[in-house]
């Protein structure tokens, strides 16, 4: 069973940075994708970056050249390296592990928040 937990989180002004960490747990983790997920009120969740386990990865168009999504497999962790955030980019972050060709959910964390405020 896949366990995922979730830091770094937190309130920022605009045009600052966080790195969100995603620790995970549970055998031959490395062989799946990784992904990073968001959901502000009132909106649908949806997909912020995605790396296969080969190191491909994939943004969402609002976060490209400002978001950089990265996995040390030797420490079962993802990274969402996160600069010049914007207020839009407020809300609760998910880890997700889903499967590496088929894109099937198969895990999710307990999400961090993230609010960009001055």
């Known amino acids: 069973q896949v366990q995922l937990v979730e830091s770094g989180g937190g309130l920022v002004q605009p045009g600052g940075s966080l790195r969100l960490s995603c620790a995970t747990s549970?055998?031959?983790?490395?062989?799946?994708?990784m992904a990073w997920y968001r959901q502000a009120p009132g909106k649908q969740r949806e997909l912020v970056a995605r790396?296969?386990?080969?190191?491909?990865?994939m943004y969402v168009d609002s976060v490209k050249g400002r978001f950089t999504i990265s996995r040390d497999n030797a420490k079962n962790t993802v990274y969402l390296q996160m600069n010049s955030l914007k207020p839009e980019d407020t809300a609760v972050y998910y880890c997700?592990?889903?499967?590496?060709?088929?894109?099937?959910?198969?895990?999710w964390g307990q999400g961090t928040q993230v609010t960009v405020s001055s």
């Open positions: 549970g055998s031959m983790v490395s062989t799946y994708a």
């Open positions: 997700n592990v889903n499967g590496d060709t088929t894109g099937w959910s198969i895990a």
């Open positions: 790396i296969r386990s080969g190191g491909t990865t």
